[in-house]
């Protein structure tokens, strides 16, 4: 029975087989109760927010990527 070679170096296929646990990136809400959100951290979220976009690929996962306008 042939084996079919896995493109992905090794690096990769350790940091998808994390995903399920850790899941992709996320944006945190900094408007949580419980803590104070400084000025920069508003500006810095605002920037993610207007900079990033999540996208679902074909294989279903979702990943954040920068916006292609």
Known sequence: MATKKDP???????TEAFLPFFGPA?????????RGVSAAERG???ELRTRF???TGPDGRTY?????D
Request: aromatic content about 0%; overall charge neutral; cysteine-free.
């Open 53 to 55: 976009e999540r996208v």
């Open 26 to 34: 996320q944006l945190g809400r900094h408007d949580a109760d419980g």
């Open 8 to 14: 992905r170096s090794l690096g990769m296929r350790i």
């Open 44 to 46: 810095r979220e605002q």
């Open 64 to 68: 954040v990527v920068e916006h292609t």
